[in-house]
């Protein structure tokens, strides 16, 4: 299994700024998934993020709009840069915990954005 | 490409009634099904699965059967609990990814 910790667990920006959320994971994991939650819809990948290289973006989804880090292996940051109202959703951190079977992902408890 | 169907939400029983959450989908080959669960103000965690046809999956008294032939996964619960309130997600897995393709979600609403 594996535990992991999303901060903010929740934040109001306004227009034009920028979120950094950062998820944390209690053990070495290769693979970071970076999700988006819009409300009534299902999860979209935005990007995997693995430590040594460039994350790798889903279609839809561009570096600078969503910048990520993954300096080491417990540890990621995604940035939700130039905010506008159609940024608000929860984004989800996730990893496939060592040990665990293919398909089941461990999730933080989200960072719930809202941009005014 | 991959896709699985959930029913509409949200579904809401009182205390001990039997629940079903239909599920489809549409994959490539043969792909590993789960069902992920999310209470509220939680990420989401894993609430069972099933690898091969015909296989059954089952936790805390939710079971779902692996239908080949109806490609369907549909999550059941003989009696539910207010607890159980919360928002079910259908997934799937193929091909060797590690990536899960997820349902829109089916939002359970339990009332004692």
């Known amino acids: 299994s594996a535990v992991i910790s999303q901060k903010p667990s929740r934040d109001i920006c306004q227009r034009g700024t920028s979120l950094t959320i950062q998820c944390q994971v209690d053990?070495?994991?290769?693979?970071m998934f970076w999700y988006r939650q819009q409300p009534g819809q299902s999860l979209t990948l935005i990007a995997t993020?693995?430590?040594?290289?460039?994350?790798?973006?889903e279609s839809g989804f561009v570096i600078d709009k969503f910048p990520i880090s993954r300096p080491n292996l417990t540890f990621s940051t995604l940035t939700v840069s130039n905010l506008s109202p159609e940024d608000s959703s929860i984004y989800l951190c996730?990893?496939?915990?060592?040990?665990?079977?293919?398909?089941?992902?461990?999730f933080g408890e989200g960072s719930r954005l809202t941009v005014l | 490409g991959d896709s699985v169907t959930q029913m509409e939400g949200p579904v809401t029983l009182s205390e001990e009634a039997f629940l079903t959450i239909n599920c489809t989908y549409t994959?490539?080959?043969?792909?590993?099904l789960f069902w992920y669960v999310q209470y509220p103000g939680e990420g989401l965690q894993l609430l069972l699965k099933?690898?091969?046809?015909?296989d059954k999956g089952s936790n805390k008294g939710f079971e779902a059967t692996y239908r080949k032939e109806t490609t369907s996964f549909h999550l059941e619960k003989g009696s539910v609990q207010v607890s159980d309130s919360a928002v079910y997600f259908c997934?799937?897995?193929?091909?060797?990814?590690?990536?899960?393709?997820f349902g829109r979600g089916t939002s359970l609403i339990v009332h004692p």
């Open positions: 996730s990893v496939v915990g060592s040990g665990g079977s293919t398909g089941e992902l461990f």
């Open positions: 053990s070495q994991v290769t693979m």
């Open positions: 993020a693995n430590q040594g290289s460039e994350a790798t973006y």
């Open positions: 994959a490539t080959g043969y792909p590993s």
């Open positions: 099933a690898t091969k046809a015909d």
């Open positions: 997934a799937l897995i193929s091909g060797g990814s590690y990536i899960p393709t």
